[in-house]
T-cell receptor, first 114, second 112 residues
Framework: AQTVTQSQPEMSVQEAETVTLSCTYD???????LFWYKQPPSRQMILVIR??????QNATENRFSVNFQKAAKSFSLKISDSQLGDTAMYFC???????????FGKGTSLLVTP | DAGVIQSPRHEVTEMGQEVTLRCKPI?????LFWYRQTMMRGLELLIY????????DSGMPEDRFSAKMPNASFSTLKIQPSEPRDSAVYFC??????????FGQGTRLTVV
C-alpha cells in the first residue's frame, strides 16, 4: 500500500513571504501522479497542482510550485508571495497510474498572517 | 459543468435514525469515491465505484454503512442506524481515468 506522510501539522507564514510544505510518500511503483489539494474554511477541496512522476520538470501554477524528488520520494509545495486567502489545510495525495483512488496525507494547516 | 454536487450540505439527526447522503458526479467521470473526514483520522476512503460497480468497500467502517450507484449520475451513502461517532464531513469525489479527483462540497453530518 502507498502511504503519504505530511510531517508538519501546522505552519504559519507572514503575508508576502514564501513557505514550503513537506510531503513524502512510500511506493515501490514507478508510474504515478502526485497532487496538492487545498481545503479552505469553506471545506471545499480544491486542486492546487499536479505532478506526473515521469516528468522531471517540476510543476508550477502561478505562485505555487513543487519540488519533486523522485529518488527521495519527496514532493514539497512552495507558496510564493503568500496571501491571506492561502490560509487553509493542504493535503498531499498520491495516485498510481494503474490505480483508482487517491491516498491522502493527514494534512498541514497553514495560517497566513498580516 | 456544475462540478460534483452533494446534498444535503448539513444534516443533523438523532442517534438511531437512518441517514442518506447523495451525490451527483461530473458527467463523463467513470470513478466515484466516498470519503469521510474527521479531525482524528483525516480523510478516509470509504468506498469507490468504477462504471457504477463497487470496486473496493474495505473502508466502510461497519455494516451500518452502505453505498449504491444505480446509474452513472447518482450515488448514495446510507447509514442505518446512525451513531454519534459517525459525525463527520462526508465527501463525494469523481474522476475519469488519468485525471485528478474533483470533490463535492461535502455533507457535514452531526448525530446527536
Amino acid at each position: 500500500a502507498q502511504t503519504v506522510t505530511q510531517s508538519q501539522p501546522e505552519m504559519s507564514v507572514q503575508e508576502a513571504e514564501t513557505v514550503t510544505l513537506s510531503c513524502t510518500y512510500d511506493t515501490s511503483e514507478n508510474n504515478y501522479y502526485l497532487f496538492w489539494y487545498k481545503q479552505p474554511p469553506s471545506r471545499q477541496m480544491i486542486l492546487v497542482i499536479r505532478q506526473e512522476a515521469y516528468k522531471q520538470q517540476n510543476a508550477t501554477e502561478n505562485r505555487f510550485s513543487v519540488n519533486f524528488q523522485k529518488a527521495a520520494k519527496s514532493f514539497s509545495l512552495k507558496i510564493s508571495d503568500s496571501q491571506l486567502g492561502d490560509t487553509a489545510m493542504y493535503f498531499c495525495a498520491f495516485l498510481l497510474i494503474s490505480g483508482y483512488a487517491l491516498n491522502f496525507g493527514k494534512g498541514t494547516s497553514l495560517l497566513v498572517t498580516p | 459543468d456544475a462540478g460534483v454536487i452533494q446534498s444535503p450540505r448539513h444534516e443533523v439527526t438523532e442517534m438511531g435514525q437512518e441517514v442518506t447522503l447523495r451525490c451527483k458526479p461530473i458527467s463523463g467521470h467513470d470513478y466515484l469515491f466516498w470519503y469521510r473526514q474527521t479531525m482524528m483520522r483525516g480523510l478516509e476512503l470509504l468506498i469507490y465505484f468504477n462504471n457504477n460497480v463497487p470496486i473496493d468497500d474495505s473502508g466502510m467502517p461497519e455494516d451500518r454503512f452502505s453505498a449504491k450507484m444505480p446509474n452513472a449520475s447518482f450515488s448514495t451513502l446510507k447509514i442505518q442506524p446512525s451513531e454519534p461517532r459517525d459525525s463527520a464531513v462526508y465527501f463525494c469525489a469523481s474522476r475519469r481515468t488519468g485525471s485528478e479527483a474533483f470533490f463535492g462540497q461535502g455533507t457535514r453530518l452531526t448525530v446527536v
